[in-house]
């Protein structure tokens, strides 16, 4: 069988029987199947908000403020006498809307910087990891401190400062990756044939990457969620009057002496319930995927 | 050993660099002009240009780098407006609140986590294990700012046995007179009792609250070390010596395991940073957190750029400081 | 004479995802005291398994079915816990494949010997200490005081597991169990091990149980030999006997697949692949493969004697009918 040509005409098939082992792996395990299952209605309902939510978000009720979890308003009402599911429930567009940027724009400058320099070695990987290790220098969290800090309260610039943070995560994973393979038989044939360097590292090499970084960024998104909450808490990320799961916590705060705990708890288990189901799935598409990574 | 000892120490120097080039860049890009801001309102525009000269902001990018890095080293952070003040002035004062925050919560965190961790990892399967499994999923999920408040509105409001939370004493208590600007230790050598209990009092839920978030995933990690050394040869090859099990637990596999646990407390450290930031805004202790946050508040974005470097810096020190220590506790290091 | 240690019909499983594994049917084999037996077979052949057995080391998933195992008349599978611990390391020790990762590496190798006199011999530290840099300098380790004080990394391959067998042979045990110890050593280096194994065994009276898949190691080393596939034990002889009259069609098969550098001769490889031990046949694990295969091999295997204390786990296989 010849190497040259069936690397991506043996690929199609086999990705699709992947997918189906994929799947079927992971049902096996209850609590993915149950933190996948939240995910979605999670997402769904974030998408669908404007049609199902029955208030509107910003809408006050002078009569009905501060009231706690009750039949009309299922999770109380804030100062305002807006209903907080629905703000819950659109502040998750925020957060989920945030979390997806960061983490597409993080894998893909931080992918390619990996695959870069991996593949090329030498004085481009020296340079490139020096940036890659400067990030690093910092504690992630104060990091993005700094950068939305200088850049503005913007979604926008948020997502900037997440990205910038999360990139060296990726950056390593698939460098380390391309030291794996850049030696192996397929991507010596794909440079016997006189394939470009880029259409090697980009076409050939990198889509045997997937999986570790898809388990990546799983748990990424929801570190991601974690950050922008709290940036938003401290008040350097999501500003009102958009409403975000950490903002609203952070409205909560000053009730706690008085003893509305429905408006700190809930956007803040919405925050929890999300980051877990991320965290468990990931960790089941790790038990899945790549074996290798088993026992953290 | 002398090697990896010179290595590391030189790979601080361009670490650093890239450190003050970072917040130099997130300086630099700030919005607003500072000539603007120090001029002041009455300003025209001839003494705001005689300004932006005299600070220098005409000048190309690299000539403005290499006058920060030279205040740098003269301790020259910018000021602030909110305190008028010096910012080295600001976070030096406060750095002690910071500190014994940071150090209580990563007391918390090592006593409880690591044996938790390594108890887990010898019952496997136990309930043990369970419970840290739990916490270490739950725990990295939980925002640590909500964590805080859940926290307070269990002890404080629900339960009353914590303190509002309104800083490191309980007001009308005089602090002891300043050693260490820890205030638990300073109250101690000055044997005041009050100032003592209140500190402390002050100081357990936050303490407890940020110890916990970094808990998580320490546990996770000492867990998964131990269950890694359980499996290793070295460990067939005691048990199969006929060693009592004390021994090959709790003397060689706790041994091997807690060296690269060591490697670990780096990272800890930078999570305790992070979670600092968001717990002193919670329990309004007045740290350095704190501080550059409520700086930001009111416009004052010097502040947080200099907390930005400050940690940066101490960051990059404790991770040489970690690595160093791991040199010296791991014979493959320490002799070559 | 009385057997140093017996093991009859011990039988392991071990409960994986995939299903049962049954390791080891029923083996059996008998060390005199003094004695080197070799335990030979493929990996995978359960070797290994029944060496940790003995030493009652196997852990969940395997589990322990049935059998005997006696050392000195005592049973090992009933007695207790503690009553094994004291066997371990001082009655019978045992040393490993990989010397270095066998070796604790944050403590000095002279304190790992030094703690298991202390433990099983009850010496003070001070004794301990002399006897430990005696034990290197019997194993061949030159500058033993100083090589004391060293670290597994320090050490070469050879060294290490010389150190390991100073370890075993410290407390001056019954029977020592080698597992593979030559495998990853050099083969010089693996030669002089080997000699120094047969040496200290004489010198202190140790029996010496060898697993190993190289019959050139059982050649140079053993007084007897037990063969072993799939699990089951199939033949015990003399060393010479069976390299010159073996029996049993899988040794028979084993030795013809030996590659000779003397005498081109085609090499002949054993057909077929040994079978699953998820669904291991009944009777004779051998059987798929036997040239001499007939219907009572699917039933149960009779052992008898083929010659002076040699005999096979055969029913094709009588006296008088083995050839050359």
């Known amino acids: ?296 | ?336 | 004479m009385s057997d140093l240690l017996a093991v009859s019909d011990l039988t392991v499983h071990f409960d994986t995802d995939e299903g049962v594994v049954q390791a080891v049917d029923g083996a059996t084999l008998r060390i005199a005291p003094g004695e080197v037996v070799g335990l030979v077979g493929e990996s995978g052949s359960g070797k290994s398994v029944t060496a940790l057995a003995i030493l009652r080391l196997l852990r969940p998933p395997a589990r322990v079915l049935g059998g005997r195992i006696e050392l000195d008349g005592r049973d090992l599978l009933g007695c207790s816990e503690q009553e094994m611990r004291a066997v371990r390391g001082s009655q019978i020790s045992m040393v490993f494949q990989s010397p270095r990762t066998s070796l604790n590496p944050v403590l000095s190798v002279g304190r790992q010997i030094e703690r298991l006199l202390v433990r099983h011999a009850a010496a003070r530290p001070g004794q301990a200490r002399e006897r430990v840099v005696e034990m290197l300098r019997e194993v061949g380790i030159a500058e033993p005081e100083r090589r004391a004080r060293q670290y597994a990394h320090q050490l070469s391959g050879g060294m290490c597991q010389r150190v390991m067998i100073a370890m075993a042979l410290a407390t001056s045990p019954r029977l020592l169990i080698a597992d593979e110890p030559t495998t990853g050593l050099d083969v010089s280096i693996a030669a002089q091990i080997l000699d120094l194994l047969r040496d200290l065994g004489r010198r202190t009276g140790a029996a010496i149980l060898m697993i190993t898949h190289d019959l050139g190691v059982v050649a140079r080393l053993c007084d007897r030999v037990v063969v072993m596939h799939a699990g089951q034990t199939v033949e015990w002889a003399p060393v010479r006997e069976l390299f010159h009259a073996p029996a049993h069609p899988y040794t028979r098969a084993l030795l013809r697949s030996i590659p000779r550098v003397a005498g081109a001769r085609e090499m002949e490889p054993i057909p077929g692949w040994v079978p699953s031990l998820l669904a291991p046949p009944p009777g004779c694990r051998f059987a798929r493969r036997c040239a001499l295969v007939r219907s009572e091999c699917g039933v149960s295997v009779p052992v008898h004697a083929v010659g002076e204390d040699h005999r096979v786990a055969c029913v094709a296989v009588e006296a008088s009918q083995w050839t050359r």
Not at chain 2, 56 to 62: R, V
Not at chain 2, 149 to 172: K, Q, S
Not at chain 2, 255 to 267: A, K, Q, S
């Open chain 1, 1 to 296: 069988m010849s190497t040259l040509v069936s690397v991506s005409a043996d690929e199609a098939p086999a990705r699709r029987s992947a997918a189906a082992l994929l799947w079927r792996r992971l049902s096996r395990n209850v609590m993915s199947l149950a933190a996948l299952g939240l995910l979605v209605v999670v997402a769904l309902t974030a998408a669908a908000a404007p049609v199902i939510m029955p208030y509107d978000p910003d809408a006050p009720d002078a009569e009905r403020t501060l009231e706690p979890p009750s039949r009309r308003h299922w999770l109380g009402t804030d100062l305002y006498g807006r209903d907080q599911l629905t703000r819950i429930v659109y502040a998750g567009r925020v957060d989920l809307l945030v979390a997806l940027e960061a983490t597409a724009v993080a894998l893909s400058l931080g992918a390619a910087l990996g695959a870069v320099s991996g593949y090329r070695g030498g004085w481009i990987d020296q340079v490139l990891m020096r940036i890659i290790d400067t990030i690093q220098a910092f504690p992630s969290f104060i990091l993005a401190m700094g950068i939305a800090a200088a850049l503005g309260n913007r979604l926008t610039n948020i997502v900037i400062a997440i990205a910038i943070t999360h990139v060296p995560i990726y950056a390593r994973l698939i460098r380390g990756e391309m030291l794996r393979i850049r030696e192996m038989e397929y991507a010596e044939a794909a440079r016997t044939v006189g394939n470009p360097r880029r259409r090697i590292i980009f076409y050939h090499l990198l889509p045997n990457c997937f999986p570790p970084v898809v388990v990546q960024a799983t748990l990424a998104m929801g570190f991601a969620i974690l950050t922008v909450a709290a940036l938003s808490y401290i008040g350097l990320g999501i500003r009102p009057p958009t409403s975000e799961w950490g903002a609203m916590t952070a409205e909560g705060a000053g009730y706690i002496v008085s003893g509305e705990w429905w408006i700190f708890l809930f956007p803040g288990l919405a925050i929890m319930a999300t980051v877990l189901s991320f965290n468990l799935l990931g960790d089941a598409l790790r038990d899945v995927l790549d074996p290798r990574m088993k026992g953290v």
């Open chain 2, 1 to 336: 050993m002398l090697g990896y000892l010179c290595t590391r120490v030189l790979l601080v120097v361009p670490t650093l660099f890239g450190v003050t080039l970072v917040t130099f860049v997130l300086t630099y890009i700030l919005p607003g002009n500072p000539a603007l801001v120090k001029a002041g309102p009455l300003a025209t525009p001839q003494h705001i240009a005689e300004m932006e000269r005299r600070m220098g902001l005409d000048q190309p990018m690299a000539v403005q780098y290499w006058r920060y890095l030279r205040g740098l080293f003269r301790g020259d952070l910018g000021e602030s407006h909110t305190t008028g003040r010096p910012v080295l002035e600001d976070l030096i004062q406060r750095v002690p609140a910071t500190l014994e925050l940071t150090l209580a919560a990563l007391a918390v965190a090592l006593v409880v986590g690591i044996p938790l961790g390594v108890v887990a990892a010898v019952r496997r399967d136990g309930w043990l294990d369970h419970v840290s499994r739990l916490l270490g999923v739950g725990g990295v999920a939980m925002p640590t700012f909500w964590t805080g408040l859940l926290a307070l509105y269990i002890f404080f409001y629900a339960l009353g046995v914590a303190p509002p939370p309104l800083g490191r004493l309980a007001t009308g208590i005089t602090p002891p007179p300043l050693v260490t600007g820890l205030l638990t230790v300073d109250s101690l050598l000055a044997r005041e009792g009050r100032a003592l209990a209140s500190a402390l009092h002050q100081l357990v839920l936050p303490a407890l609250v940020l110890g916990f978030s970094v808990m998580a995933p320490l546990t996770r990690m000492v867990r998964a070390t131990m269950l890694e050394v359980l499996e290793s040869d070295y460990i067939k090859a005691a048990w199969a010596a006929g060693l009592p099990r004390r021994t090959v637990i709790y003397g060689d596999a706790l041994r091997n395991c807690m060296i690269p646990v060591i490697t670990l407390l780096g990272v800890v450290f930078g999570f305790l940073m992070a979670g600092n930031v968001v717990v002193e805004s919670v329990f309004a202790w007045p740290g350095i957190g704190n501080y550059a946050v409520a700086a930001m508040m009111s416009k004052d974005s010097g502040p947080i750029q200099s907390f930005v470097l400050f940690v940066g810096v101490v960051y990059v020190f404790v991770n040489l400081a970690v690595d160093l220590v791991y040199g010296l506790v791991d014979p493959r290091i320490r002799l070559r």
